[in-house]
């Protein structure tokens, strides 16, 4: 099947103890019309989803994936997903895409038609965009004030800080004025100096030595990529740590990254107009990991 790679999925509930599920998956061509104009993730961005990596034909980080998908459904209040349904869409879509290079998939879960009677899901796959050039070149970052303080997840709940939600409308706002301010990047803070993320990739930072990232308190996704980081880094004897980190400890950090599922790991090369250190052995050394987790 060439490229990009459309299913709708009927979503059954989590408890059906179906296992084959190839009769509630519909490939369609990309280009067909598919969803409904009362649809509430185009209406509303109703809706949540998870970016997943496909290199020489493996889905990377399938689990962490399918289980931050779960979180997120609970904290919208969607529909458990039955996990065992992902897994084969998943499967079935990978059996029939290129194994060449690297895609992009994409898996959603929206709240469905206003008033109907179940949520739609789609999967869609293309190819991913070329990122050689920033994975070895790293970009430049500004902080951007995300508008909360520090334990707003708590607070406010219903800010679905934690999810994944269809509602990237602000996200790609900060990257505009990340570029209108002369970066490609963005780090969010919040209104009382601390590190979150970034509009589509975790924080780490290297400082003393120890690799560091922000707690996922509530606020911030829990990065599939940064746990992969963690793990290699953890097994080559290094130190990490998930912890609150002031916007003073990211400028005296000794490095830092941008990573995230499709475009992997970019150092920060300059923040807010300063030049910044980078280790771009250690990032090549981090991609090489991430890309090989196929193996
Ligand atoms: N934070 C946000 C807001 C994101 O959108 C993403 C990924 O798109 C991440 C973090 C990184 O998550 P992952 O490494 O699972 O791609």
Same mark, same amino acid.
């Given at each position: 099947?060439?490229?990009?790679?459309?299913?709708?999925?009927?979503?059954?509930?989590?408890?059906?103890?179906?296992?084959?599920?190839?009769?509630?998956?519909? &490939?369609? !061509?990309?280009?067909?019309?598919? #969803? @409904?104009?009362?649809? +509430?993730?185009?209406? @509303?961005?109703?809706?949540?989803?998870? =970016?997943?990596?496909?290199?020489?034909?493996?889905?990377?980080? +399938?689990?962490?994936?399918?289980?931050?998908? *779960?979180?997120?459904?609970?904290?919208?209040? #969607?529909?458990?997903?039955?996990?065992?349904?992902? /897994?084969?869409?998943?499967? %079935?879509?990978?059996?029939?895409?290129?194994?060449?290079?690297?895609?992009?998939?994409?898996?959603?879960?929206?709240?469905?038609?206003?008033?109907?009677?179940?949520? =739609?899901?789609?999967?869609?796959? =293309?190819?991913?965009?070329?990122?050689?050039?920033?994975?070895? $070149?790293?970009? /430049?970052?500004?902080? +951007?004030?995300?508008? %909360?303080?520090?334990?707003?997840?708590?607070?406010?709940?219903?800010?679905?800080?934690?999810?994944?939600?269809?509602? %990237?409308?602000?996200?790609?706002?900060?990257?505009? !004025?990340? @570029?209108?301010?002369?970066?490609?990047?963005?780090?969010?803070?919040?209104?009382?100096?601390?590190?979150? &993320?970034?509009?589509?990739?975790?924080?780490?930072? /290297? *400082?003393?030595?120890?690799?560091?990232?922000?707690?996922?308190?509530?606020?911030? +996704?829990?990065?599939?990529?940064?746990?992969?980081?963690?793990?290699?880094?953890?097994?080559?004897? &290094? @130190?990490?740590?998930?912890?609150?980190?002031?916007?003073?400890?990211?400028? /005296?950090?000794?490095?830092?990254?941008?990573?995230?599922?499709?475009?992997?790991?970019?150092?920060?090369?300059?923040?807010?107009?300063?030049?910044?250190?980078?280790?771009?052995?250690?990032?090549?050394? #981090? $991609?090489?990991?991430?890309?090989?987790?196929?193996?």
């Amino acid at each position: 099947m060439p490229l990009p790679f459309t299913l709708l999925i009927d979503p059954v509930p989590a408890e059906s103890a179906q296992i084959d599920f190839a009769d509630t998956f519909h &490939e369609i !061509e990309s280009a067909a019309p598919a #969803l @409904r104009v009362a649809e +509430l993730s185009t209406q @509303r961005g109703d809706g949540i989803f998870e =970016t997943l990596a496909v290199v020489g034909g493996h889905p990377q980080e +399938l689990e962490p994936h399918i289980s931050r998908l *779960a979180n997120s459904a609970e904290i919208c209040e #969607l529909p458990v997903p039955n996990a065992a349904q992902w /897994r084969a869409a998943i499967a %079935y879509a990978v059996a029939r895409v290129p194994h060449d290079g690297e895609l992009a998939l994409k898996i959603v879960l929206s709240r469905g038609v206003e008033h109907g009677p179940a949520p =739609t899901a789609w999967l869609h796959a =293309t190819r991913a965009p070329d990122h050689k050039a920033v994975r070895q $070149n790293g970009v /430049r970052v500004v902080t +951007l004030d995300r508008g %909360y303080p520090r334990g707003v997840a708590e607070r406010a709940p219903w800010l679905l800080m934690g999810a994944k939600t269809l509602s %990237y409308a602000v996200n790609m706002a900060a990257l505009r !004025e990340a @570029r209108r301010r002369g970066a490609d990047d963005t780090i969010f803070l919040t209104t009382d100096g601390f590190v979150m &993320e970034g509009p589509t990739s975790s924080v780490i930072i /290297r *400082a003393g030595g120890v690799f560091i990232t922000p707690a996922p308190s509530g606020a911030i +996704l829990h990065g599939t990529t940064q746990q992969s980081v963690f793990e290699f880094l953890e097994a080559e004897g &290094e @130190r990490t740590e998930y912890r609150d980190v002031t916007v003073d400890e990211l400028r /005296r950090a000794d490095a830092a990254w941008l990573v995230s599922s499709v475009r992997l790991a970019v150092s920060v090369t300059e923040l807010d107009g300063q030049p910044f250190p980078t280790d771009q052995p250690l990032t090549r050394a #981090l $991609n090489a990991h991430l890309l090989g987790r196929a193996a």
